[in-house]
């Protein structure tokens, strides 16, 4: 009975490392993207984390495979400007947007729920992709991935969150969620 109990045990904990990785993804396009267009990368100020950097190049290298031009590290040098934020934190806090007065306004990053998180979620892994026109600094693309993870380490999780965040660029904006494998 005791082994049974213990065997029992073993295989609830597999089956929730097994569960897949649930990613989810918000893409928009304001407006019909330029077919071959430059871009130039704004980088945030100070010393830039190793895993932001790299996420950098990653979505660099992307944009380049999708027929962008990467214009050089200048802002005027491109057609449009590349944003790319990075984040890991614990997945039990959401994140909010708020007005001045400190209102919160919008939900940017809500805490994991069994829709979302398939199993463990002790951090959250996020991706946000801006393209915004150098001329007018309106935003041409906006795409952000994410996914909850136990074990796996954040560089781990960088190439599905580059790919998933720009999948928008080949019009399909909006919000949806998709699975795949991967450790949790």
Do not use: N
């Not at 190793?50 to 040098?77: C, N």
Request: with cysteine; aromatic share 2%; net charge neutral.
């Amino acid at each position: 009975m005791i082994r049974a109990l213990g065997l029992s045990a073993g295989l609830l904990l597999l089956a929730g490392c097994a569960s897949p990785v649930v990613t989810r993804i918000d893409a928009a396009v304001p407006a019909p993207l330029p077919a071959r267009s430059s871009f130039a990368v704004v980088t945030p100020p100070g010393d830039t984390a190793l895993a932001h950097r790299q996420a950098i190049d990653m979505v660099s290298a992307a944009l380049t495979q999708r027929g962008w031009t990467m214009a050089g590290s200048a802002p005027e040098a491109g057609d449009h400007l590349l944003f790319v934020t990075l984040s890991d934190r614990p997945a039990a806090a959401a994140l909010q947007a708020g007005d001045d007065a400190g209102k919160a306004s919008a939900v940017i990053g809500p805490a994991p729920d069994r829709k979302t998180a398939k199993g463990c979620a002790r951090r959250d892994h996020r991706l946000a992709v801006r393209l915004t026109d150098r001329v007018t600094g309106a935003d041409v693309y906006s795409g952000s991935a994410a996914e909850y993870h136990c074990k796996a380490a954040l560089d781990e999780s960088l190439p599905h969150l580059v790919a998933a965040a720009l999948d928008g660029l080949d019009g399909s904006p909006g919000q949806r969620m998709v699975e795949r494998a991967g450790v949790r």
